[in-house]
């Protein structure tokens, strides 16, 4: 995970740093009639809320997401517009929470202390559709300038798996539980490239389900994490 997560943050270090330099060799005569079109990538620290009793995240739960926002201006100076856009995200989630399959039965427990278990996640992948009120401190000529987007993100789960390790099993499985249907509000702030990024999942993770003890299973995503716009 680690190794994985380095060439992550390499890779966004590239990219940023390749964007900086092209904007600031590029010569551009003011345009009265800008947009704000841009490129996304971001990651993030995904936190589980409302778990049940005794339900602990474990490892480093992640979640990252890349994709385009159509600018809408609204105003004549174009400080102040909507976005709407289309991407995809993958977000993995870590927990002593193992959903165990059998048959056509999906049932969760909390694995007990007893147990010296390698991994335990489940992993969803999202087509998101961010629609969000954009406010920035942007002129025409330069792309350096303070923004702050806030929005409701949709996403639909396309693909996920919940998959357990431990010394004796090794088990992976499509997981219908999964809400097909997620949405969040979220904020991003910051100036250029580099922004800080927040996003609250208004519904909850896995569907209308409860554990095997009758806690009932209504977690909330909690995303922290940064967000850079590439133009």
Known sequence: MRYHLTIIFTMLNVLVLQAQALDSLLIREP???YL??????GISYNALLNRPTNVDQSSLPYGLQLGFIKDVP???RRNIGFGIGVGYSVNSFYSNLRAVKSGEE?????I???IDFKRNKIEAHMI???????WRTSKAGTHSFWRIYSGIKLGYNFANRSRYIDA???LSFTNPDIRKLQYGAYLSFGYNTWNFYVQYQLNDLIENRETITGDPIDMRVLQLGLIF???
Do not use: G, H, T
Request: charged content about 40%; aromatic content about 18%; cysteine-free.
């Open 112 to 114: 007990p202390d007893s």
């Open 31 to 33: 345009d009265d009639k």
């Open 36 to 41: 704000e079109d841009q490129f996304y990538i």
């Open 168 to 170: 004796d099993n090794r």
């Open 128 to 134: 998101d559709v961010p629609i969000e009120f954009r």
């Open 74 to 76: 609204l105003n004549a």
């Open 229 to 231: 716009y590439i133009l």
């Open 106 to 110: 999906i049932y969760y427990e909390r």
